[in-house]
């Protein structure tokens, strides 16, 4: 059993900024995709952002410019910066690792609440 060890999540006013991160085993090889998801209360879960082992980065339109991910591969280790939070960022904020042979694993969610 794989765990993803999420932490970061909380509330905070809107404007404010949280940081999320997300650990994977120390002995997990052959990481390709570090992402995070959320998923509000009534709606489907969605895609935030997304980084590859290259380094490469994908946005959700909805938080270009706020949110910014990151990766530590020595520490197999994935953050988002969430700036300028809106009440509608108010989720709860899942890890995903993709890996080679279509291997994918989740977190257990950290919930995220914007205060207007």
């Known amino acids: 059993h794989v765990q993803l060890v999420e932490s970061g999540g909380g509330l905070v006013q809107a404007g404010g900024s949280l940081r999320l991160s997300c650990a994977a085993p120390?002995?997990?090889?052959?990481?390709?995709?570090m992402g995070w998801y959320r998923q509000a209360p009534g709606k489907q879960r969605e895609s935030v952002a997304a980084?590859?082992?290259?380094?490469?980065?994908n946005y959700a339109d909805s938080v270009k410019g706020r949110f910014t991910i990151s990766r530590d591969n020595a520490k197999n280790t994935v953050y988002l910066r969430m700036n300028s939070l809106k009440p509608e960022d108010t989720a709860v904020y899942y890890c995903?690792?993709?890996?080679?042979?279509?291997?994918?694993?989740w977190g257990q969610g950290t919930q995220v609440t914007v205060s207007s």
């Open positions: 995903n690792i993709k890996r080679v042979g279509r291997l994918e694993y």
């Open positions: 120390r002995n997990m090889f052959n990481i390709n995709e």
């Open positions: 980084i590859t082992s290259g380094g490469a980065t």
